[in-house]
Nanobody, 124 residues
Framework: QVQLLQSGGGSVQTGDSLKLSCSAS????????LAWFRQAPGSEREFVAG????????PYADSVKGRFTISRDNAKNSVYLQMNSLEPEDTAVYFC?????????????????WGQGTQVTVSS
């Protein structure tokens, strides 16, 4: 069983940066696809960014492309989300997720394990 523990997040101003981290335990996720999703109040959980096992494929939602960067460190069993130029529209609870399936997909139903969620609030 994989447990995902998130850290980072918080409240920032428009234009600031934040980095989210997600560390896996219980099983290595080196061969798993990893991703970040977010969910704003009253909205569906949406895909933000994903990364395949080698890091060679990194799809992004159009809304974050060029501002967010996903990365992974297989030696640390971890995935990260660097968020730059944050906007109020980025305010949401962010979740990391792991999928044992291939290829990398961008829908929540494809992911088997989830982090606990962390709040990101961007004020103008």
């Amino acid at each position: 069983q994989v447990q995902l523990l998130q850290s980072g997040g918080g409240s920032v101003q428009t234009g600031d940066s934040l980095k989210l981290s997600c560390s896996a335990s219980g099983h290595t996720v080196n061969t798993y696809a990893l991703a970040w999703f977010r969910q704003a109040p009253g909205s569906e959980r949406e895909f933000v960014a994903g990364i395949n096992w080698s890091g060679s494929i990194t799809p992004y939602a159009d809304s974050v492309k060029g501002r967010f960067t996903i990365s992974r460190d297989n030696a640390k069993n971890s995935v990260y989300l660097q968020m730059n130029s944050l906007e109020p529209e980025d305010t949401a609870v962010y979740f990391c997720a792991a999928s044992i399936g291939t290829p990398l997909r961008t829908v929540a139903v494809a992911f088997h394990y989830w982090g606990q969620g962390t709040q990101v609030t961007v004020s103008s």
